[in-house]
């Protein structure tokens, strides 16, 4: 993990932990850039621009010390520091934008603040303020903001937010804990990953404290807890999990999981599903082109530099899969641009962002990509897409099939019929009723969804 971390191996769980709890992604791009030094209660970070550590002292300062305060017990001082000017070679790629750093003015000494006794681990540049509400997000923000302002109010309890990856989903969870605390300073909130509360609740056996494990949950007002996926099918885990749940909604009070599939879809003991489903359920969909230019505005605006218009519909339109590599894409160029002192244009954007931009003309989608990948879900084989077998375990996918080839391909119906050994009154009856499926069915259509964009990818390869 952190190179320039030797000299300090007790450091090391601290940075671990501060890169669990930001994820690996943010991590490499914030903070493993940085060299640190560490003597008597100051860490010093030496930075490659002064915006690094803008945005290092805005987002995750708090987290840094709180990481110190738990493995260390020690609350630490952090100094920012810009690194000693280099000769900046020729850039092609991120990483190598992050290396070469030019020499900036120093930036200056930034006191960390003390904070709520109780370590809720929120990252407080994550909140509404922040977030841009889309008819994607819509009901998952209204459904947060619900949860933050009638904290355990059956009504909103629990509150299930899913989603795929890079959607908001822990930026509205981080979210809900800061508007709690900003209301009430005092309130227990805690924010935890699927996958900490795993290796604690493991730990916890294996040192037999189970009661302070339980102790320390039950008595919580709020419970945030992301990525719930990874608790799922880890039996004692999930049981204790189970339990710390109901303890926690019997007394009213807050629950918000969030995950990357459906509640369904988790598999879960009857008697938790039945609970999950019986609070609010909140889907984060793909945004729009018009949304993903208005986060892209946001996030300059954020970071006060001069990027146009022309520019952030270009990377809006050409990074459609999810927030975080909008966001990051955002972040390469104006570091590249940064870095040289160059205006960012379209066409060092489509230069420098080459590997992740598509452009939604050139994705060809194929018939047999849709078989496979549908074949895939549903365990069936590639004949049997063109067999005459009528069981509903392959007839229903076979019909999926064809409603998706109708969706993403040009073909005409007749065509699509050839490919499923059909004709194409077949294809109309199969388009139409998985169509009404998905209007009825919100879980169906997130499924469906999954499957398109598990198409494109293997299509966009
Ligand atoms: P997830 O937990 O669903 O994988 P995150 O909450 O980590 O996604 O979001 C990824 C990045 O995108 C974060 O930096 C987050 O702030 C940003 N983001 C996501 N949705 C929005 C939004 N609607 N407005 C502003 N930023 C957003
Ligand atoms: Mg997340």
Not at 270 to 284: D, H
Not at 334 to 359: F, N
Not at 391 to 407: D, F, G, K, V
């Amino acid at each position: 993990m952190v190179d320039n971390l030797q000299s300090y191996p007790q450091l090391v769980p601290v940075f671990k932990d501060i890169e669990n709890i930001i994820g690996k992604d943010t991590y490499d791009m914030w903070l493993r850039p940085a060299v640190f030094e560490y003597k008597e209660n100051t860490l010093t970070i030496i930075l490659p621009t002064p915006f690094w550590g803008k945005t290092i002292k805005e987002r995750y300062q708090c987290i840094i010390t709180d990481a110190f305060l738990k493995h260390l017990g020690v609350e630490i001082t952090i100094v920012y520091q810009i690194a000693p000017q280099e000769p900046a070679p020729v850039i092609n790629s991120a990483q190598d934008v992050i290396a070469a750093s030019p020499a900036e003015v120093a930036a200056p000494i930034l006191k960390t603040a003390v904070n709520n006794p109780f370590p809720s681990r929120l990252n407080s540049s994550y909140t509404f303020d922040n977030f841009i509400e889309s008819p994607s997000n819509r009901f998952a923000y209204k459904a947060a903001e619900a949860a933050a302002t009638k904290m355990g109010n059956r009504e909103n309890n629990p509150l299930v937010i899913y989603s795929s990856p890079g959607l908001g989903k822990t930026h509205l969870l981080h979210a809900i804990g800061n508007q709690i605390l900003k209301s009430n300073p005092n309130a227990r909130v805690l924010y935890m990953s699927g996958e900490e509360f795993v290796s604690e609740f493991l730990e916890c056996l294996a040192n037999k404290s189970s009661d302070s494990f339980r102790k320390k949950y039950r008595g919580l007002d709020c419970l945030l807890m992301d990525d719930i996926q990874f608790v799922v099918g880890k039996q004692h885990c999930s049981s204790e999990f189970f339990y710390t749940f109901n303890a926690l909604f019997e007394n009213r009070k807050q629950i918000v999981l969030s995950s990357d599939r459906t509640p369904q879809q988790l598999e879960w003991d009857e008697r938790l599903s039945s609970r999950l489903l019986s609070g609010i359920i909140a889907e984060i969909k793909r945004p729009s082109v018009e949304t993903r230019i208005a986060i892209l505005r946001q996030k300059r605006d954020s970071i006060n530099f001069d990027i146009g218009d022309d520019v952030l519909s270009f990377i809006a339109e050409g990074v459609q899969s999810n927030i975080r590599e909008l966001e990051g894409s955002l972040f390469r160029l104006v570091a590249y641009c940064g870095m040289h002192g160059v205006t960012p244009t379209i066409s060092i954007a489509k230069e420098l962002l080459a590997d992740i931009l598509v452009s939604g003309n050139d994705l060809v989608i194929n018939v047999n990509s849709i078989k496979k990948i549908v074949g895939k879900r549903f365990s069936i084989k590639m004949e049997d897409f063109n067999s005459k077998r009528k069981t509903q375990s392959i007839a229903w996918p076979r019909q999926i099939a064809m409603y998706l080839t109708t969706e993403l391909t040009d073909m005409s119906l007749p065509e699509i019929g050839r490919e499923f050994n059909r004709d194409h009154s077949t294809v109309v009856h199969a388009r139409d009723v998985v169509k009404e499926k998905v209007e009825a069915d919100p879980f169906f259509a997130a499924e469906i969804n999954q499957l398109i964009l598990d198409i494109k990818a293997v299509d966009n390869k």
